[in-house]
């Protein structure tokens, strides 16, 4: 599943081939994926010029005068800009035209993906109670603090609670908190104030390290049979469970919080 990371650089890499574009038409060839595909996106988008590409957690906004293209890529969704006459294939579910000739191609084989719409000054529905960005000023041990307070959950669950922070799912919450030295299964609401600090900079720093490993070349997005690069640096933790911990030799735990899994290494973590 795309995480935060892989959102960011999906972001940057299309940027570049939408800013200022025209949108000639839509192409749908379905009328849903998770949600109905909104209408706008084939009543309001052609005409419009892109202004700008943002991302808010996970969701990409495609910006023009007219509001806002809400584009989120689910479990395996894909963004690429291709010649307009690529013959579509299976899965290619959505083609934004623009005036280069080439179009903007949504392919999501499990279609968990949405395209929604935002309107001018207006902030949708699922952006509404979304917590800062993990690499802004605004997040920081002394949020993750006033947040946890009195909370029971586990600590992993609660980095993981969008309102909390947005876009840290379970592969970075799991490797934040290795980074971190706190075991994902202790009450968010008993994790110290030195703790919660380092949490949050080794949370900035696992994803700016991502984002840049994940820095794909623009041809990646561009080329029809490419798929964004993923984040490849080697993980300590996640997935590794019964694995020896790289950094202390011992054995790592699984276990389920929140009903996902999770590794972590009961000597490095407590
Ligand atoms: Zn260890």
């Known amino acids: 599943m795309p995480e935060l990371p892989e959102v960011e650089t999906t972001r940057r890499g299309l940027a570049p081939h939408l800013v200022g574009r ?13 949600w109905p595909i909104a209408a706008e ?9 892109i202004e700008a590409v943002r991302r808010r957690a996970k969701y990409l906004l495609i910006d023009t005068a007219a509001g806002s293209a809400l584009v ?4 395996s969704g894909a963004l690429r800009v291709i010649p307009a006459a690529t013959p579509a294939r299976a899965h290619d579910h959505a083609d934004v035209l623009l005036d280069d000739g080439r179009a903007l191609r949504f392919t999501d084989p ?6 929604l719409w935002q309107a001018p000054g207006e902030t949708h529905p699922l952006l509404a109670d979304l917590g800062p960005e993990p690499l802004s000023a605004a997040f920081g041990g002394e949020h993750l603090v006033a947040r946890a307070r009195g909370r029971g959950a586990a600590v992993k669950s609660f980095l993981m609670d969008q309102a909390v922070v947005v876009g840290v799912g379970n592969i970075y919450a799991a490797e934040a908190l290795f980074a971190a030295g706190i075991d994902p299964r202790i009450a968010a609401g008993r994790v110290s104030r030195t703790r919660y600090s380092r949490l949050a900079d080794e949370l900035k720093r696992i994803l ?3 984002i840049r490993r994940g820095g794909t070349t ?3 997005f561009t080329d029809p049979d490419g798929a964004p690069g993923r984040f490849e640096q080697e993980l300590l933790v996640y997935g590794r469970e019964g694995e020896r911990c790289r950094r202390c030799g011992g054995l790592l735990r699984g276990a ?3 009903g996902r899994a999770s590794a972590f290494c009961p000597r490095c973590q407590r």
Do not use: K
């Open 218 to 220: 623009l041809r990646d």
């Open 41 to 49: 996106i084939a009543q309001r988008l052609p005409g419009q010029r």
């Open 22 to 34: 025209r949108v000639e038409g839509v192409v749908l060839r379905r009328p849903d994926l998770r």
């Open 72 to 75: 989120h890529l689910g479990m």
């Open 256 to 258: 389920r919080i929140g």
């Open 208 to 210: 700016r390290r991502a």
């Open 110 to 115: 499990r279609r968990f993906g949405c395209l």
